[in-house]
């Protein structure tokens, strides 16, 4: 069965700096993978995905991630934090078929 | 678009009582995705469908809970009778298709039982 580890629950960063949210993922075969963000009291936003092709796949709000298949990873990034970016993100995995699913999601605090 | 919509968006009711959460979908779309989401378990995936078709309910908590997809845009989640651990927020999403597109995500409706 596919599964999703975001190893840390919670990620805090000061403004301006680099900024990593990190995603290990196991699923039979090529995966499916996404991020997603939730600000406080709303649903998850799409942020972006890698389905083919080049590793490093760019979002929305300047995010990229890049796939690692040796590594079964899919962090996610960007190169400057705002106070903005504070929030829930979720990682999530799908196989070829119907299975997928979410991971636990970590708390990103950007400090002004 | 409008987006998916959910409706309550708050519901407040007793314990024993009916609760009956609704979506729309977003036109186009023929998965829909209801979650639940509270501190404690985090967000799980209660059942999908597929063009109106359950296709994984072994989300679904207890018989208490059942799901209906009537037809392409309407789906409604039932609790009978509620009960104060079902206090969470339900989330309703849909995409193109379960597989390679990104869901998006209703609003959600925040539920407590007293």
């Known amino acids: 069965a596919q599964s999703v580890a975001q190893p840390e629950d919670q990620v805090n960063v000061a403004e301006g700096n680099p900024l990593t949210v990190k995603c290990t993922y196991s699923?039979?075969?090529?995966?499916?993978l996404f991020w997603y963000v939730q600000y406080p009291n709303r649903g998850l936003q799409f942020l972006l995905k890698?389905?083919?092709?080049?590793?490093l796949v760019k979002g929305s709000y300047g995010f990229e991630a890049e796939f690692n298949k040796s590594q079964t990873s899919f962090h996610l990034k960007k190169p400057s934090a705002l106070v903005s970016d504070s929030a829930l993100y979720f990682c999530a995995v799908r196989d070829r078929g119907q299975n997928f699913v979410f991971g636990p999601g970590t708390r990103l605090s950007v400090l002004p | 678009d409008a987006g998916v919509i959910q409706s309550p968006r708050h519901e407040v009711t007793e314990m024993g009582q009916e609760v009956t959460l609704r979506c729309k979908p977003i036109?186009?779309?023929?998965?829909l995705f209801w979650y639940r989401q509270t501190m404690m378990r985090g967000l799980e995936l209660l059942i999908y469908?597929?063009?109106?078709?359950?296709?994984?309910d072994s989300g679904m908590p207890e018989d208490r809970f059942s799901a209906k997809m009537p037809n392409a845009s309407f789906s409604t989640l039932k609790i009978q009778p509620s009960e104060p651990r079902d206090s969470a927020v339900y989330f309703c999403?849909?995409?193109?298709?379960?597989?390679?597109?990104?869901?998006?995500f209703g609003p959600g409706t925040r539920l407590t039982v007293t």
């Open positions: 036109s186009g779309h023929n998965s």
């Open positions: 699923v039979s075969g090529n995966p499916y």
């Open positions: 999403a849909s995409s193109l298709e379960a597989g390679r597109y990104e869901q998006y």
């Open positions: 469908f597929n063009n109106n078709v359950p296709i994984d």
């Open positions: 890698y389905i083919t092709g080049d590793n």
